[in-house]
């Protein structure tokens, strides 16, 4: 059974510094990992999707990288802004319709 | 707007009582997923259609709990005789499945108070 497990639990940073999200499977047999925002009391956004046969993918300030041999996966942020401060959860897809998530990350980044 | 939309946005029940939630995945997906996050931790299967079918559910998803697809458009969810312990937000995503390859995308979810 696919376990997703995201550290930290919560990070807090000033404005404008860059960070890393950390995310950890178990069962490395994955088609993709995807990184998602949550707003308090809001659904979930997706912010990025890696392939299993890719190692990293980029979005503005966001780049996620995944190794699935070690079965990990980071979302590093640049230049992080207040707008940033959300909850991040990354899901593994490991096919069948299983998509497994991690608790999430609680980032607030202070002006 | 295109996007997964969700109706209520909030709902507030007493205990005992039955709730429906609706779900309107995006236009020409195939598959529509229910998931149930509780405060502080990830969101997790309740179940999925592939068009009107029922494929799969959870063994969260207890005899309570009834999810249809009618037409393989929009999806309902219905829980009877709410318990506290249902409390949660309930969320529904859809995708377009093409080969092994799927992204989901979420709707805004509904959070069910259970008093």
């Known amino acids: 059974k696919q376990e997703v497990t995201q550290i930290p639990a919560a990070l807090s940073v000033p404005e404008g510094e860059n960070l890393v999200l950390n995310c950890s499977f178990t069962d490395s047999a994955i088609y993709n990992l995807q990184w998602f925002r949550q707003d308090p009391g809001k659904g979930l956004t997706s912010l990025l999707l890696i392939q299993s046969s890719q190692r990293e993918q980029t979005s503005g300030r966001l780049n996620a990288s995944l190794d699935k041999s070690s079965g990990r996966s980071t979302l590093y942020i640049a230049a992080s802004q207040p707008g940033d401060s959300a909850t991040y959860l990354c899901a593994a897809y490991s096919g069948y319709s299983t998509l497994t998530f991690g608790k999430g990350t609680m980032l607030l980044v202070s002006p | 707007d295109t996007g997964v939309s969700q109706d209520p946005r909030h709902k507030i029940t007493k205990r005992g009582q039955n709730v429906t939630f609706r779900c309107d995945p995006i236009s020409e997906h195939n598959r529509l997923y229910w998931y149930r996050q509780t405060l502080g931790q990830g969101p997790e299967f309740l179940t999925y259609?592939?068009?009107?079918?029922?494929?799969?559910k959870s063994r969260l998803l207890s005899d309570r709990f009834s999810a249809e697809r009618p037409k393989g458009s929009f999806s309902t969810l219905e829980i009877q005789r709410t318990e506290q312990g249902d409390s949660a937000m309930y969320l529904c995503?859809?995708?377009?499945?093409?080969?092994?390859?799927?992204?989901?995308?979420f709707g805004s979810g509904t959070q069910l108070s259970v008093l």
């Open positions: 259609f592939q068009n009107e079918a029922q494929l799969e």
């Open positions: 995503a859809s995708s377009l499945v093409t080969g092994t390859n799927e992204k989901l995308f």
